[in-house]
């Protein structure tokens, strides 16, 4: 499994040796050729992150950009002239750019098959984007490795034939691997550059290792068959032991493939990432000991992707931890009614935006745990520069049991440790119109950018937010939030609707002592938002998900300190409250997207089941609409993020 054809002379092998200097030239070009297409894609990456940049800013209409200056589509303008409309294109190049994002979205949005079950969902394939970007990777990889390698009959180095594919495998597989340790780190160059968070580029890391196992079978197989026509295979194996290091290489590759299927990481996922670390370190040392030394600089370079991310993040942390005199912060527990935990972090020196993570790490509950959890306030609410992170942490298994049940010991505080802020949210400001989707925990992602919407005196006229929880406890929590940023937006001049559905129909929305307990009937009757009976007759038409809605809650914690009341949020003019009904997806989606005279973005956090159904109708709304066709239809942006990743 010699796969460089190293120097072996002096063991009566002079073939490979020879066939080493006849192939290594050209197959160390195709690795450099892997490199520079990965660097040109980057770079269309940047240059399309820097072009999105410049049409926000032109949108905008910012103080120092040019489009403030000169043309009163601005957002400015928009004061002066109310019918003015930023975000809609009326230009060649502004409709040429327009239309060629509205076709990539069509083909990249769709969400054709899911599967349900708590094994099944697993399988589910990805949306019709990663397949067009795992299809094109595919692609270059196969280029790379049958292009100008079969030989014939009649050629003078047919003797080579089965040498020449296994050498080829060989460069084609360990020039990925540098990629694919770049892929795994939070800090990678890529995400610098492309704008794209590492977690979006997680799902590619997993696919790219795949492919690298499947390229190292072939390696492996052509130099086996090889060695199994001239009858050798023991005499190699006990002469190379190179080619022990590369088989217990690809075993250990192949075991980090299996156990990272979604199935085996949500079993225990503590004890995963620890074996899977160990289990890339144990693989680099063996590949270190199969290559041979002028390829050796493939594992350099992943562990200088590794160094430079770990190191990095290593002074991030300290920096963010430090608090004058002391190290970490305290955090406050508070068990929640739904079995969920309530984390507040106060006196935070840094500043984050809506949308963002962090790792948070409390010790005496898991001592070298840390997990991410989104945070569910916006920073610029906060009154001063001290800032307060909010977490809201769901209890399953795991660190987040622990945590839940630290709270109920009302132990308060914990030393904690955050690493932080991570993640690229989406850019909505230069909307005009905004739509948020949300199911359960997923408003704590949804949420902070309404209130950061509502701050941004942006190009958005009508932002709608729609959230489906299954406790109504949950919409006391956030109502609050909800009243003040609709205020705000208000204020600015754009219109706004929350549409709140509570999928429990047993509880009492309020028992506030002013209205008397409230029942969900009653809600129901009243405030119920309605629904087209003629998309709740189409099949064709999804409801929002809630995946708690069909669990009963155990060991729930009632909040006895305070009476549920709702009437805040009630008695705000633009939301409404519906009771066991979930709103279809064209009762939220679709009038907004026909009334907009310019762009929409569409913002939807949940569960796999509300993402692919939401995926599946932006794409068949936005071919039916023809948008940027035309037909003028505006285009219709969508980002979604998914629970875990």
């Given amino acids: 499994m010699d796969m460089s054809g190293m120097d072996m002379s002096g063991m009566g092998m002079s073939m490979d040796s020879a066939s080493a200097g006849l192939f290594t030239p050209e197959n160390m070009g195709i690795a450099r050729f892997f490199w520079y297409i990965v660097a040109a894609i980057v ?47 009326e230009n060649i190049l502004s409709q040429s750019y327009a239309t060629t994002t509205a076709i990539f979205r069509e083909m990249s949005y769709a969400q054709p098959w899911i599967f349900k079950g708590r094994f099944n969902r697993h399988f589910t394939p990805p949306s019709a984007g990663r397949c ?11 280029t790379m490795l049958w292009s100008n390698v079969m030989l014939g009959p009649d050629d003078p180095l047919y003797g080579y034939k089965w040498e020449k594919v296994a050498f080829r495998a060989a460069w084609v597989s360990v020039t990925q691997v ?13 995400s610098l550059l492309s704008g794209i968070s590492y977690e979006r580029l997680n799902w590619f890391h997993r696919w790219a290792s795949r492919t690298v196992f499947l390229t190292v079978i072939v390696h492996w197989s052509f130099f086996f068959t090889e060695w199994s026509l001239a009858d050798f295979v023991n005499m190699e194996i006990q002469a190379m032991p190179m080619v022990t290091y590369g088989f217990a290489a690809w075993g250990v590759l192949g ?16 004890l995963w990432v620890l074996q899977h670390l160990a289990a890339a370190g144990v693989f680099l040392w063996l590949l270190y000991l199969h290559v041979p030394a002028y390829a050796t600089y493939n594992i350099w370079m992943a562990v200088a992707f590794v160094a430079f991310d770990q190191l990095g993040r290593f002074a991030w942390n300290v920096f963010q931890n430090i608090r004058g005199k002391t190290f970490g912060y305290s955090a ?19 500043s984050w935006k809506a949308g963002q993570h962090i790792y ?16 569910a306030n916006d920073p610029s609410h906060e009154q001063t520069l001290d800032r307060t992170i909010t977490l809201y942490i769901k209890a399953h298994s795991g660190f987040s049991l622990r945590l839940y049940q630290s709270a109920k010991l009302q132990r308060s505080p914990y030393r904690a440790f955050v690493s932080g ?32 919407l509502a701050k941004q005196r942006g190009c958005a006229k009508n932002i709608v937010f729609c959230w489906v929880c299954r406790d109504p406890n949950q919409v006391m929590w956030f109502q609050k939030q909800l009243v003040f940023a609709s205020e705000e937006i208000s204020a600015n001049g754009a219109s706004v609707s929350i549409q709140v559905a509570v999928t429990d129909g047993t509880k009492p929305l309020c028992e506030c002592s002013c209205c008397g307990p409230t029942s969900a009937a009653e809600i129901t009757e009243k405030e119920a938002v309605p629904i ?22 155990t060991q729930s914690v009632s909040d006895t300190s305070t009476q549920q009341c709702l009437c805040e949020l009630r008695s705000c003019g633009c939301a409404s409250i519906s009771c066991g009904a979930r709103p279809s997806l064209d009762s939220v989606i679709l009038p907004a997207v026909e009334n907009a005279r310019g762009e929409t973005a569409i913002v939807s956090c949940g569960g796999k089941g509300l993402i692919a159904d939401v995926r599946s109708y932006v794409t068949r709304l936005s071919d039916e609409r023809a948008v940027h066709k035309g037909t003028g239809a505006q285009g219709i942006y969508l980002w979604t993020e998914e629970y875990g990743w």
């Fill in 178 to 190: 540098p990629f694919l340790f770049c892929l795994a780190c939070k800090l990678n160059v890529i």
């Fill in 43 to 89: 770079g269309f990456l940047l240059v399309l992150r820097i072009t999105q940049f410049i049409v926000a800013r032109w949108r905008y209409g910012h103080p120092s950009s040019f489009a403030n200056k000169t043309n009163m589509r601005s957002v400015r303008a928009i004061q002066l002239r109310p019918d003015a409309t930023p975000s809609k294109p």
């Fill in 421 to 452: 802020p991570w993640g690229i949210p989406p850019t909505l400001s230069s909307f005009e119109t905004v739509i948020f989707l949300c199911n359960s925990t997923g408003a704590t992602f949804t949420l902070p950018l309404f209130q950061a």
């Fill in 332 to 350: 406050y527990l508070e068990p929640m009614p739904g079995n969920f935990t309530k984390v507040t972090i106060p006196h935070v020196g840094f």
């Fill in 360 to 375: 948070l790490s409390i010790p005496r509950i898991g001592l070298i745990e840390a997990h991410p959890f989104t945070i």
């Fill in 255 to 270: 075991w980090m493939v299996l156990s990272s299927f979604g199935f085996f990481r949500s079993l225990w996922y503590e």
């Fill in 532 to 553: 087209d009976e003629k998309a709740k007759l189409e099949a064709s038409v999804t409801s929002i998900s809630d995946p708690e809605a069909s669990r009963s809650s």
């Fill in 132 to 142: 067009i970007t795992i299809a094109i990777y595919w692609l270059i990889i196969l």
